[in-house]
């Protein structure tokens, strides 16, 4: 069964771009090009997977995120951005996206995150791992749920190995696991990262205003 | 507000000098203007202060008018005794006067030199370069400002009050208050929407000069960079890996500019290695991707590392060729590592020749003089990593 998938974007060039680049086992059920016309579109679709960009008229990415997992849908979010800004990438994943691509990703890179991000997994650009190393270490504040608010160190190698430019098959090798397994502790850090109360997390996005 | 840049000018203008100021400079400046010494007229404010208290009212009405002189360097340090010295003297007088009746020791200014001297506080606040010299210096410049504010408002009721009690009209104030109160109230309703409109129009107005000057500084960015590079590319269409290289090198450069706060591009580690990866994707067009974990300072030891890392980026840019090299550099408490990799061809590690310096010399030999170690992982079809650990000194 192909994965049907929404693209939302604001430039229409980059929506058929894409279009053109996702592999057959994807069917592009349709597109949207701001915050109303999707929000509009999954009620009217109910695809399986967003592709959310994250700079948008009318509130962008987070506003979709919002008002779509806001009203108790189930629908999943991949976000794809231009912007590799900590202060975006951060608030999309807080906001409920299971992912987050940069849109330099090659088609067939993009394929393989649709999927995953379909059955239920978690998608993270090395950049992203990279920040929520950099956020989960820098952990002077006492934390309030220990649980939520650390990384074990199986995920700190595994965040590690997609920093350094891993894929998930490669890092289930360097690491004798099963690809299953890495994608289990991906999961594992996206819900720490959406869940964990540590008010550090968001100033500390605030405060790094990187690319 | 400047005065006239030649000193030599037929009618130079007052000015308040800050050499050898004791108040406010205006003595200073008047004497030099006067071509006489600053004693002569010092003595003149505080005798004509003694009687009838007129020194203050002359010296706050010049020091109200006469513009500050600009001054460089670090202000010189007040003479605080002679200050001092005057002040007694024109006490002394003072205390003579109203000993021996002779004068009424300008009592009856006081309460308009009061006035005048919360007046001058308030017009000092309101003057934009002053208050930007007195709030320069840091959050509690504002409150002390606030302060100061207070302060002249409270000098000039004080005075008004004084006057009153002065001319023995205090107690009939109360009506004429009232009257003036009504009054200046209607006219205050009268005014204010005509003010408020006034006020939002002027926000208004520098709200839209500020966005027009923002605009205007965006403009010449994209025009010198964004627009320069596109008509680049037009003209190297036909060179696909040159189109790429300035698409990439605009783009980081774009990123920079809208992003990256200011810094120092070899202050911290992790500046350095962005900036050596950008200066490695220009000179042979293959993407570098980047991501760095925590900072620190850059040292000695750590830029020989950082040579090493960029020699493997050198080394898989031209020969790997892969279509990206990823760079991961990590900053722990204990130690620094900095991984090169990419999914070339990678090659027979044991099959380099000796004399090859690339690999034996720049990186594992670079990292080891220095302490560190460096480990390179490949085999033929299997890509490319180099590790390059460093323990941080511990002092």
Same mark, same amino acid.
């Given at each position: 069964?192909?994965?049907?998938?929404?693209?939302?974007?604001?430039?229409?060039?980059?929506?058929?771009?894409?279009?053109?680049?996702?592999?057959?086992?994807?069917?592009?059920?349709?597109?949207?090009?701001?915050?109303?016309?999707?929000?509009?579109?999954?009620?009217?679709?109910?695809?399986?997977?967003?592709?959310?960009?994250?700079?948008?008229?009318?509130?962008?990415?987070?506003?979709?995120?919002?008002?779509?997992?806001?009203?108790?849908?189930?629908?999943?979010?991949?976000?794809?951005?231009?912007?590799?800004?900590?202060?975006?990438?951060?608030?999309?994943?807080?906001?409920?996206?299971?992912?987050?691509?940069?849109?330099?990703?090659?088609?067939?890179?993009?394929?393989?995150?649709?999927?995953?991000?379909?059955?239920?997994?978690?998608?993270?650009?090395?950049?992203?791992?990279?920040?929520?190393?950099?956020?989960?270490?820098?952990?002077?504040?006492?934390?309030?749920?220990?649980?939520?608010?650390?990384?074990?160190?199986?995920?700190?190698?595994?965040?590690?190995?997609?920093?350094?430019?891993?894929?998930?098959?490669?890092?289930?090798?360097?690491?004798?696991?099963?690809?299953?397994?890495?994608?289990?502790?991906?999961?594992?850090?996206?819900?720490?990262?959406?869940?964990?109360?540590?008010?550090?997390?968001?100033?500390?996005?605030?405060?790094?205003?990187?690319? | 507000?400047?005065?006239?840049?030649?000193?030599?000018?037929?009618?130079?203008?007052?000015?308040?000098?800050?050499?050898?100021?004791?108040?406010?400079?205006?003595?200073?400046?008047?004497?030099?203007?006067?071509?006489?010494?600053?004693?002569?007229?010092?003595?003149?404010?505080?005798?004509?202060?003694?009687?009838?208290?007129?020194?203050?009212?002359?010296?706050?009405?010049?020091?109200?008018?006469?513009?500050?002189?600009?001054?460089?360097?670090?202000?010189?340090?007040?003479?605080?005794?002679?200050?001092?010295?005057?002040?007694?003297? #024109?006490?002394?007088?003072? &205390?003579?006067?109203? !000993?021996?009746? +002779? @004068?009424?020791?300008?009592? $009856?200014?006081?309460? *308009? /030199?009061?006035?005048?001297?919360?007046?001058?506080?308030?017009?000092?606040?309101?003057?934009?370069?002053?208050?930007?010299?007195?709030?320069?210096?840091?959050?509690?410049?504002?409150?002390?400002?606030?302060?100061?504010?207070?302060?002249?408002?409270?000098?000039?009721?004080?005075?008004?009050?004084?006057?009153?009690?002065?001319? #023995?009209?205090?107690?009939? &104030?109360?009506?004429? !208050?009232?009257? +003036? @109160?009504?009054?200046?109230? $209607?006219?205050?309703? *009268? /005014?204010?929407?005509?003010?408020?409109?006034?006020?939002?129009?002027?926000?208004?107005?520098?709200?839209?000069?500020?966005?027009?000057?923002?605009?205007?500084?965006?403009?010449?960015?994209?025009?010198?960079?964004?627009?320069?590079?596109?008509?680049?590319?037009?003209?190297?269409?036909?060179?696909?890996?040159?189109?790429?290289?300035?698409?990439?090198?605009?783009?980081?450069?774009?990123?920079?500019?809208?992003?990256?706060?200011?810094?120092?591009?070899?202050?911290?580690?992790?500046?350095?290695?962005?900036?050596?990866?950008?200066?490695?994707?220009?000179?042979?067009?293959?993407?570098?991707?980047?991501?760095?974990?925590?900072?620190?300072?850059?040292?000695?030891?750590?830029?020989?590392?950082?040579?090493?890392?960029?020699?493997?980026?050198?080394?898989?840019?031209?020969?790997?060729?892969?279509?990206?090299?990823?760079?991961?550099?990590?900053?722990?408490?204990?130690?620094?590592?900095?991984?090169?990799?990419?999914?070339?061809?990678?090659?027979?590690?044991?099959?380099?020749?000796?004399?090859?310096?690339?690999?034996?010399?720049?990186?594992?030999?670079?990292?080891?003089?220095?302490?560190?170690?460096?480990?390179?992982?490949?085999?033929?079809?299997?890509?490319?990593?180099?590790?390059?650990?460093?323990?941080?000194?511990?002092?």
């Amino acid at each position: 069964m192909s994965t049907r998938v929404l693209i939302v974007d604001d430039h229409r060039l980059f929506r058929s771009g894409v279009r053109a680049e996702l592999g057959d086992s994807i069917e592009v059920v349709g597109e949207a090009e701001d915050v109303e016309s999707a929000i509009k579109k999954i009620a009217e679709l109910q695809p399986d997977v967003v592709l959310l960009d994250v700079h948008m008229p009318g509130g962008g990415g987070q506003e979709v995120l919002r008002r779509v997992l806001g009203s108790g849908s189930q629908v999943r979010f991949l976000a794809l951005s231009v912007s590799d800004a900590a202060e975006d990438v951060i608030g999309v994943i807080r906001g409920g996206a299971r992912g987050y691509v940069t849109k330099t990703i090659s088609g067939n890179e993009l394929t393989d995150a649709i999927r995953r991000v379909a059955d239920g997994d978690a998608v993270f650009s090395p950049r992203l791992a990279g920040f929520v190393l950099d956020a989960f270490a820098s952990s002077e504040a006492p934390s309030i749920d220990p649980e939520l608010d650390s990384l074990t160190q199986r995920e700190r190698e595994v965040l590690r190995l997609i920093a350094r430019g891993y894929a998930y098959k490669e890092i289930a090798k360097e690491l004798f696991i099963s690809v299953k397994t890495v994608e289990t502790h991906v999961s594992s850090v996206l819900r720490k990262l959406q869940l964990s109360n540590r008010h550090e997390l968001s100033r500390w996005a605030t405060a790094r205003r990187l690319v | 507000m400047a005065p006239p840049p030649a000193a030599e000018a037929a009618f130079p203008r007052l000015t308040r000098p800050r050499e050898g100021q004791l108040v406010a400079g205006v003595a200073q400046g008047t004497a030099q203007q006067l071509k006489l010494d600053p004693v002569v007229i010092r003595l003149a404010f505080v005798l004509l202060t003694a009687v009838q208290g007129l020194g203050v009212v002359v010296y706050a009405a010049l020091w109200l008018f006469t513009p500050r002189r600009p001054h460089e360097g670090p202000p010189p340090v007040r003479d605080w005794s002679q200050a001092v010295a005057f002040g007694a003297i #024109g006490l002394a007088l003072m &205390a003579f006067g109203w !000993l021996t009746g +002779t @004068a009424s020791g300008g009592i $009856g200014t006081w309460p *308009i /030199a009061v006035i005048g001297i919360g007046a001058l506080i308030l017009w000092q606040q309101a003057d934009p370069a002053s208050r930007k010299r007195w709030t320069s210096g840091a959050v509690k410049g504002v409150r002390q400002n606030r302060i100061r504010g207070l302060f002249g408002a409270g000098l000039v009721v004080v005075g008004a009050l004084g006057f009153l009690a002065q001319e #023995g009209e205090l107690a009939q &104030a109360g009506p004429g !208050l009232l009257f +003036t @109160a009504v009054v200046v109230g $209607g006219l205050v309703v *009268i /005014a204010a929407p005509w003010l408020a409109g006034l006020w939002k129009e002027l926000q208004l107005e520098r709200r839209e000069r500020i966005r027009q000057e923002e605009r205007a500084e965006v403009a010449a960015h994209v025009h010198d960079s964004v627009l320069h590079t596109l008509t680049l590319i037009q003209r190297n269409a036909h060179d696909q890996r040159e189109v790429q290289r300035l698409a990439r090198a605009q783009e980081r450069e774009l990123r920079n500019w809208l992003y990256q706060p200011k810094q120092d591009a070899d202050a911290t580690l992790a500046a350095a290695v962005r900036r050596v990866a950008a200066e490695e994707e220009d000179a042979h067009g293959v993407p570098i991707e980047i991501v760095c974990v925590g900072d620190c300072e850059l040292d000695a030891r750590l830029s020989a590392m950082l040579q090493a890392a960029r020699q493997a980026m050198v080394n898989a840019a031209k020969y790997s060729e892969a279509s990206v090299v990823s760079v991961y550099a990590e900053v722990e408490p204990e130690e620094v590592t900095i991984f090169v990799r990419d999914r070339g061809k990678g090659f027979d590690l044991d099959g380099v020749p000796e004399d090859r310096m690339g690999i034996r010399g720049s990186i594992l030999g670079r990292m080891e003089r220095h302490g560190g170690t460096a480990r390179v992982r490949t085999g033929p079809g299997e890509g490319t990593e180099v590790m390059l650990t460093m323990k941080m000194e511990t002092s």
